[in-house]
RNA sequence: GCGUCUGUAGCUCAGUGGAUAGAGUGUUCGACUCCGACUCGAAAGGCCGUGGGUUCGAAUCCCGCCAGACGCACCA
């Protein structure tokens, strides 16, 4: 599916721009166009005039980016081509710069050492950047692929009477970023908090509870209380393995509708979701539904019914399972000797019930690397059940969170609050503000999105499958590669915009910009939607944050270098729209990381 | 033991089979009468874990080994 995606990249902007080209025999319309520009396009299109045996789409697969802007802006190596036409790789390069016919927007070709060189002719490249994205705004970089398809995307689902903590983070951001980038792509995206409200570490609670807790402790310490209820069951059981069995008791209790199961476990979910909320608050983030496992209580029992039908079901050493040696992997259990439900259950059931209501083109699940053979075992399970749109099923694992070395871990109380987290990153930032804009208009909201930004981005930050060691200093730093950083080069930009007091106008001289820090500036903001789809397409929210950190940075040595509120009004006029582009260029991808955009901080 | 993932600058990490492997941070040295210095520039810093293989070409693909993380039936 992901080759398919990629595959059909060049193939969807040359038909759109055949389809322009030819729409109503008209000419086709200078704005449409600019909307569409893909230099790599231009270029296989010229080349496919010269090099026979090759599609466009196959020539626009072997341009690459060269390495260094002296080699120019498109490059062709001509070593593959080698074996086609038995020629070297070097006689082809000039062979091929002999015979083309450059358009005005490319200057000039270069065969150097079995590469041919494009040299984009800058002002006009420029300037159809510059166009496309203040014409497009908050849409440059979006596109309408996913127009009618809907994704499911399952995400943060913390486990109810647990606290939320640094780890839950991740899934929560990488999750709520994925959302954002399938709705810029024109996906219909359904956000799905699976909270973890089933199963049997309820009946640990309720053990717990009934053993040590009281009613006062709990209405008074909240979700601490429940989790130093929970880590001193474990410990306790430690010593004492019955109270295991125990807590398996209550926990069959509540499956067969026990009223006083039942009621202490909507009590401790209330609890629970008051602090969630809270959190959630903080974050800025908001689900379209909240069916967690206990929705699927009802709907388990037609799901068991059906792998029984199916001949998948088997039973071993009392419990029942779908048998997967066949396919190298340990079984996948479905029901415990007691007869209750487990994590597959639910989510089998979960996912046929999610492909009824939702037709889902993708369901997408976020949750850490260490469950990934679950995941593996239950979409075969799936697959065995005979639908064929368990390969829609994708697993997006990432890296586990350590603390000072150490995993994590509810049981023992070790974890780093998120909330402690957020409120420390926010006060720090309000100190900052206090210091440097003291004059500043809603200071609170502005410390909250910068404080949550620095967090948010710090997760972000790296390839999702890294292990990430939690540590204060990191997360509270705001020097370099940070939110913090991108959100105030964002400021600076729109501190500057509103400074000059003008409309930006499309009316400019684009040959003005000549330095290069201008072009290398005009480059970078080029590649924002080629980077947004790869984003999609391995589910990686990071290559966003990674290119918003580069866009910072060549946007500050532009703004480092040149005035931009100049005397002379072209210049001006020419700056004042590279500067927008970059604006709109950075609130976009900030925004597909789940970050605000404040225009001043 | 078996399986999956990770190993790149002192540290944290980028890096589509292609040209001289890049950022940030830390260290050293610089730049503010100037649009917001939470900024910018320069230097130093690399057997890309290791040994083979494939290829015109490997940090990238394949195999072995080493190190670490995570899994491997009644938790989720």
């Given amino acids: 599916m992901v080759f398919y995606l990629f595959f059909l990249t060049p193939l969807f ?3 759109t721009i055949w389809y322009y080209k030819h729409k109503n025999g008209k000419k086709i319309n200078k704005k449409e166009y600019f909307t569409m520009i893909d230099i790599k396009q231009k270029v296989a299109d010229i080349l496919s005039e010269k090099i026979e045996g090759l599609s466009t789409e196959e020539i626009y697969e072997l341009l690459e980016y060269p390495p260094n802007p002296d080699m120019g802006d498109v490059a062709l190596p001509c070593f593959k081509l080698s074996r086609i036409f038995r020629k070297s790789p070097v006689q082809i390069a000039e062979d091929l710069m002999n015979n083309i016919q450059l358009p005005d927007s490319i200057e000039k070709a270069e065969a150097v050492s079995g590469y041919l060189n494009f040299f984009l002719n800058k002002s006009i490249f420029i300037r159809e950047v510059l166009e496309t994205i203040i014409n497009k705004g908050d ?41 954002k980038i399938f709705e810029f792509m024109g996906y219909n995206c359904i956000g799905i908090n699976y909270l973890g409200d089933w199963g049997t570490q309820f009946g640990k609670l309720i053990v717990a ?46 499956e067969k509708g026990d009223e006083e199961a039942l009621s202490l476990w ?31 209580e009802d709907k388990m029992q037609p799901v068991i019914e059906e792998l029984k039908e199916k001949g998948l079901l088997k039973e071993s050493e009392g419990a029942q399972i779908v048998d997967l040696e066949e396919y190298d992997m340990p079984p996948c259990m479905i029901l415990k000797k007691d007869g209750s439900t487990l994590y597959a259950t639910r989510d089998i059931t979960a996912a046929i019930y999610r492909k009824k209501t939702y037709d889902f ?22 697959e065995l059940m005979g639908y064929d749109w368990a390969d829609q099923l994708i697993h997006v694992p990432f890296g586990t969170v350590s603390l000072g070395g150490e995993k994590m871990a509810t049981r023992e109380g070790k974890v780093v609050l998120l909330e402690d987290i957020l409120n420390k ?53 705001f020097d370099g590669e940070t939110g913090p950083y991108v959100q105030y080069t964002h400021a600076r930009a729109c501190s500057v915009l509103r400074k000059a007091d003008e409309e930006v106008s499309l009316d400019f001289d684009s040959s003005i910009l000549s330095s290069k820090e201008e072009y ?66 950075l609130a976009n991808g900030l925004r597909l990381i789940g970050l605000s955009a404040p225009e001043q901080v």
């Avoid at 399952?154 to 486990?159: A, G, K, T």
């Avoid at 997408?364 to 053979?373: A, H």
Wanted: hydrophobic content about 40%; glycine content about 4%; some cysteine.
């Fill in 13 to 15: 902007n040359f038909v």
């Fill in 139 to 179: 849409k440059y970089g979006s596109r309408d692929i996913g127009k009618g398809k809907n994704i499911v995307i399952d995400y943060s689902s913390p486990n109810i009477a647990k606290p939320f903590h640094i780890g839950h983070l991740r899934s929560t951001v990488i999750g709520n970023s994925l959302y």
């Fill in 209 to 254: 509870y009934k053993k040590w807790g009281s009613k006062e402790a709990v209405e008074n310490g909240q979700i601490k209380e429940l989790m130093s209820l929970y880590v001193k069951f474990h410990k306790e059981a430690e010593e004492n393995p019955a109270l295991e069995d125990e807590a398996r008791a209550w926990f069959v209790k509540m």
């Fill in 266 to 296: 909507r009590w401790f979910k209330d609890i629970s979701l008051k602090e969630f909320n809270r959190v959630y608050e903080i974050l800025g983030i908001t689900f379209d539904s909240y069916a967690g496992e206990s929705f699927y």
């Fill in 361 to 382: 083109e993708k369901c997408i699940y976020v949750t850490g690397v260490s469950q990934s053979l679950h995941f593996k075992q239950w979409f075969k399970v799936i």
């Fill in 425 to 477: 990153a926010i006060e720090k930032t309000r100190a900052i503000i206090e210091e440097k804009s003291p004059h500043l208009e809603n200071k609170d909201e502005i410390a909250r999105q910068m404080g949550v930004g620095a967090v948010v981005f710090s997760d972000l930050y790296s390839n999702r499958i890294k292990d990430v060691s939690f540590s204060w200093d990191e997360i509270l730093n």
């Fill in 520 to 585: 290398q500036l005009a480059k970078t903001l080029y590649l924002f939607p080629e980077k947004v789809y790869t984003a999609m397409e391995e589910l990686e929210p990071s290559i966003i944050t990674r290119y918003l950190v580069d866009l910072a940075q060549d946007f500050n040595r532009f703004y480092h270098e040149h005035s931009i509120l100049v005397e002379d009004q072209a210049l001006r006029n020419a700056r004042l729209a590279l500067v927008q582009a970059t604006k709109i260029t």
